[in-house]
């Protein structure tokens, strides 16, 4: 029931108990029981809202930024990646395999915002070896969820 139950709240947090309860065939009791056993384990960390920001009039830059390090001994990775996190700005840290070792992906109010934050923060750090920004220009699709709908063409069909 716990992945039938994480299934569910993936796509849709707004999910209450009682709908979940009717769509798994449980009561509500079980439903709240379990959620919280998820909550307590950190299998669920939050419920985040997703937000299309290119229809509002607030100005956001989002940027994935590539880092190369010189992982610590006896920490591995864990330590930078922690250290990294933990800046405001951060949205994601995530470990990766091929040419460097770390995303960063980070949101700021503009492509200067976001330059001081790898050259003040991210790059003066002891083992950051390099990094390479990527700014974000559209997105389409964001947590499995388009973000831009199809227009359908509305114009007649004409053949000879």
């Not at 509305?154 to 000879?160: G, N, V």
Request: charged share 30%.
């Amino acid at each position: 029931m716990r992945e039938k139950i994480l299934m569910a709240i993936d796509k849709n947090s707004k999910l209450t108990s009682k709908d979940l309860a009717a769509m798994l065939g449980t009561t509500v009791e079980e439903i709240e029981k379990t959620l919280k056993e998820l909550e307590d384990e950190t299998i669920i960390c939050g419920y985040p809202t997703l937000i299309n920001w290119d229809k509002t009039e607030s100005e956001k830059v989002t940027a994935l930024i590539e880092v190369k390090v010189t992982p610590q001994r006896g920490q591995g990775f864990d330590k930078i990646a922690e250290r990294i996190y933990k800046f405001d700005e951060v949205e994601s840290v995530y470990l990766m395999s091929g040419g460097f070792d770390l995303t960063v992906m980070i949101e700021g109010k503009s492509m200067r915002e976001v330059a001081n934050f790898v050259s003040s923060k991210l790059a003066p750090m002891e083992a950051v070896l390099s990094t390479a920004t990527h700014f974000v220009l559209k997105k389409y699709k964001e947590h499995g969820l388009p973000l831009v709908h199809e227009k359908s063409d509305e114009r007649m069909l004409i053949t000879p």
